[in-house]
């Protein structure tokens, strides 16, 4: 079984950055699209971004697009979002996903989630 753990999430001030990091233990990764989405209560679940297998590949949501840069570590069998000026719409927590196929689609593994609040 692929197990993921998200971390990097915390309390943070408009116009803050954080790194949030998804490390997979279980299989590797580099198998393995990734998918980071967040959900805030009362709102549908977001797709924020994903990287391919190889991290040739990105895609990003409109809301985050110039902000955000995922990036994996296959070595180290870690994906990671940076998240640059950071909003309070940007609140929810933040999950990590692996996909077989690709982007967008199938998403079987996923992990706990990580809290990110954005406010002054």
């Known amino acids: 079984q692929l197990q993921l753990v998200e971390s990097g999430g915390g309390l943070v001030q408009p116009g803050g950055s954080l790194r949030l990091s998804c490390a997979a233990s279980?299989?590797?990764?580099?198998?393995?699209?990734i998918g980071w989405f967040r959900q805030a209560p009362g709102k549908e679940r977001e797709e924020v971004s994903c990287?391919?297998?190889?991290?040739?590949?990105?895609n990003y949501a409109d809301s985050v697009k110039g902000r955000a840069t995922i990036s994996r570590d296959n070595a180290k069998n870690t994906v990671y979002l940076q998240m640059n000026g950071l909003k309070p719409e940007d609140t929810a927590v933040y999950y990590c996903?692996?996909?077989?196929?690709?982007?967008?689609?199938?998403?079987?593994?996923w992990g706990q989630g990580t809290q990110v609040t954005v406010s002054s």
């Open positions: 990287i391919s297998s190889s991290g040739k590949y990105t």
């Open positions: 996903a692996a996909s077989g196929v690709g982007c967008k689609y199938h998403y079987i593994y």
């Open positions: 279980g299989l590797t990764l580099d198998s393995y699209t």
